[in-house]
């Protein structure tokens, strides 16, 4: 009954949002371990195909594209079409389209973000862009960063991708988009403003693809800072597993708490587990 006085009341909004449980998931430490994939997550996302649940994988780095997500997912033996991922590079692009149509944007960042940019009407050049964008790149040099720095003091506004400051290779960590805005950062004093993970923009700009609502849509995650911290900040079920980067002990130094704690996805069942609306309504 409650489910219908709701619905009608999203109708009335004209904001038709489906209701059905939907899932939003991290990649590493939740699908995969660097080249490997993680026991039972290929079986966990057979039961969303088969029950039909809108789901997107997330990822807060922007230097792929989707084509070449889904190719390295099918390497680990998961077969997604390219419309499952949503990057942080797809919400900088959401974001600039809703505050400010066909701006124009100096960017620093790969092909991933570049293609979204493009694809949203945004203006590359660097001539007083409104924006400075950063993101993951591999063409970062001393002449694209005095570059950055004079616009900013010019009047850009600065705008990150994502706030991580290191990514996983099989050697080490290397310098995400969190590290490589460090410098223009220190010498403008301008921090950016980051749109990945935590930031509840991602969440919701992700949700409005898959046309859901968020209290029957779920963050599976490994992190708490990102992650779960993002999932709660907008409205959603969030789902703590610790197949990647956090363990029990470090769940309890965190302010917030996710609503599940599970040892892997593969603990996770989409047909059964409740959502916090369908928690609060019992
Ligand atoms: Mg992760």
Known sequence: ????????????????????????????????RGR??????????????????????????????????????ARIGIEVTEDHFYTSAMATANFLDYQKPGCSAY????????????????????????????????????????????LIEEGARFIATNPDITGPTKRGVVPACGALVAPIEKVTGVSPYFLGKPNPAMMYWARKKLNVHSANCFMIGDRMDTDILGGLEAGMTCCLVLSGVTNLKMLQRFPYRPDYVFDSIADIDPRTILSRRERVDR
Do not use: C, H, W
């Open 1 to 32: 009954m409650a489910e219908k006085k709701d619905r009608n009341r999203y109708r009335r909004s004209g904001d038709a949002v489906s209701y059905k449980k939907s899932f939003l998931i991290d990649m590493d430490g939740v699908i995969n």
């Open 36 to 73: 490997a994939l993680i026991p039972g997550a290929d079986a966990f996302l057979e039961k969303l195909k088969k029950g039909r649940f809108p789901y997107l994988f997330l990822t807060n780095n922007s230097y792929y594209t989707p084509a070449q997500l889904r190719e390295r997912m």
């Open 107 to 150: 960017v620093i960042g790969g092909k991933g973000l570049i293609a979204e940019l493009v694809k949203s009407g945004v203006v590359l050049t660097d001539t007083s862009p409104d924006y400075v964008i950063i993101g993951e790149t591999e063409e970062y040099d001393y002449k694209k960063i005095v570059e950055a720095t004079y």
